[in-house]
């Protein structure tokens, strides 16, 4: 039913501004008029009542004000409760400024003080990633594509925030420098095979060094220097390069590991032949000391009795001599008959063992000589006493 239909609760029309549909006000109320009719409402409410407020008349009681006080202050104080991250540190600022009696603020509830502290988190445990590549010019003045990603992580928040406009760019342009200047202290063939660690190790120290003065509140965790490449015009000439320098590289290192195998057996056998020439010298010199010391001993007894002495030497030298001889020549002097002992037949056949069918051959072939000889093995011994003893008597 609309707010001014006839019939409406029996009395006229009425509108929602109560104005009671009088002559002459058909527009809505005077804006004055509102203002007090919600004075006086929310005058009830802290204790006025229906009372038209004035200036000075105290139309709010003092104890609505503290309600209303407490209230805010409630907010307040609940606003300012804040987290802080396990991987982050917080830089709070007090009306702007960096609080230095603060310090960083730890992770965990922290609080501030609203409109007043402002707090801003800064990750210092995550591993941040850059990357820097293009077209470099070497010292031999070729040109070369490199890439290299810098791995870093924040290490002071308030330098990372305040120190300059934007750390990661100036990390950017000072690994681009440190990178061109190495590169271009450096030839080709190294940046392409063995000088790529050289080239990484001087790149990481160059932009520590730059990056220093700049305070920029972080840390190089590592630098990667990723496979450089020449460009693709020439790229199939450098592959070739590439690979004979690995050919060398392959040559070299085999011709090392066969001179690894052959140098200690070298030596051994060097030490072998000194050790057996140092003996044999020890040998020598020994026996020759010994034949010294028995010279010396054996001439008391020749000066003694020479004739005994010298035929016991021959005697001694003869059957040394004869030890190392499988035949015998003994020359008969009574009958000018050279007689002939067939030794190595006779230590041949008693080597042999004797059968139980042949003894009795065996053993009359034993005591036979040799046709040539014409005489028998029993008169050996008579013959040799014999011969002793006409040398003997010769001497």
């Not at 057996?276 to 010994?290: D, K, N, P, S």
């Not at 008169?379 to 040398?391: E, L």
Request: hydrophobic residues 35%; charged residues 25%; aromatic residues 8%.
């Amino acid at each position: 039913m609309a707010w001014n239909e006839p019939g409406n609760k029996g009395s006229g029309d009425r509108d929602p501004w109560g104005n009671n549909n009088k002559k002459g006000n058909q527009g809505p109320p005077d804006l004055d008029e509102v203002i007090t009719k919600l004075t006086r409402k929310f005058g009830g409410i802290f204790g006025g009542g229906n009372k038209k407020p004035s200036i000075g008349s105290g139309g709010v009681s003092g104890f609505g004000i503290a309600v209303v006080l407490v209230i805010l202050g409630i907010i307040w104080v609940a606003s300012g409760f804040y987290t802080i991250a396990e991987a982050e540190r917080g830089v709070k600022l007090t009306f702007g400024k960096y609080d230095n009696e603060a310090g960083p603020v730890q992770p965990g509830l922290n609080w501030k003080a609203t409109f007043v502290q402002e707090v801003l988190p800064v990750d210092v445990e995550t591993i941040r990633s850059l990357p820097a590549s293009g077209f470099m010019l070497t010292e031999d003045e070729n040109v070369v594509r490199v890439e290299m990603d810098v791995q870093y992580r924040v290490v002071e928040p308030k330098n990372y925030l305040f120190s300059v406009t934007s750390p990661d760019d100036s990390l950017a342009q000072a690994t681009d420098s440190a990178l061109r200047y190495v590169i271009g202290h450096t030839t080709m063939d190294d940046i392409l095979t063995t000088g790529r660690e050289v080239v990484r190790s001087e790149t990481w120290t160059l932009l520590d060094k730059i990056i220093e003065p700049y305070k920029l509140g972080i840390q190089v965790v590592d630098v990667n220097f990723l496979p450089a490449r020449p460009p693709e015009e020439v790229k199939d000439a450098f592959d070739d390069a590439i690979s004979a320098q690995e050919d060398e590289q392959r040559f070299i290192r085999e011709a090392e590991a066969y001179q690894r195998e052959i140098e200690p057996r070298a030596r051994g056998r060097v030490q072998r032949i000194e050790q057996e020439a140092q003996g044999y010298q020890e040998q020598i010199v020994l026996r020759a000391q010994g034949e010294v010391a028995r010279f010396e001993q054996l001439l008391p007894e020749y000066e003694a009795a020479p004739d005994v002495t010298r035929h016991r030497l021959y005697l001694e030298t003869m059957e040394q001599v004869y030890a190392k001889s499988n035949k015998v020549l003994i020359d008969g002097s009574n009958n000018n008959n050279m007689l002939y002992l067939p030794i190595d037949k006779l230590m041949e056949q008693n080597q042999k063992p004797a059968t139980n069918t042949g003894t009795s051959g065996n053993t009359s072939k034993s005591s036979t000589m040799n046709s040539e000889s014409g005489s028998s093995i029993p008169s050996r011994p008579t013959s040799i006493r014999s011969s002793d003893r006409s040398n003997s008597g010769r001497n």
